[in-house]
């Protein structure tokens, strides 16, 4: 349970940084984090980081692709920790 939780809080900080650091690179017009990486790390459990990223950031927020997205996989994630707290963890 406390892996988990620390994973989950790495993964949501380092979503939520690399939203900063991509929106810094937008402005300067430099290279720029690929969409697809962002959409994989938030699936891998970095929705809730991405999500709140996008909103302090304001980075992504006009795309439809992140606007449904994001939320998606927020519920993605929240039915994924629940499914291995409930079914997973007390087996171990």
């Known amino acids: 349970m406390k892996l988990l939780f620390i ?14 650091h991509d929106k810094s690179k937008a402005r300067q017009g430099r290279r ?34 992140f606007q449904l997205g994001i939320p998606a996989l927020l519920l993605f994630n929240a039915a994924a920790v629940y499914a291995l707290i409930r079914y997973v963890l007390p087996l171990t």
């Open 7 to 20: 994973y989950l809080l790495g993964m949501n900080m380092a979503v939520f940084f690399l939203m900063g």
């Open 32 to 65: 720029r984090v690929p969409e697809r990486r962002l959409f994989g790390l938030s699936a891998a459990g970095g929705a809730l980081g991405a999500w709140i990223g996008m909103r302090v950031w304001r980075h992504k927020t006009k795309h439809t692709s």
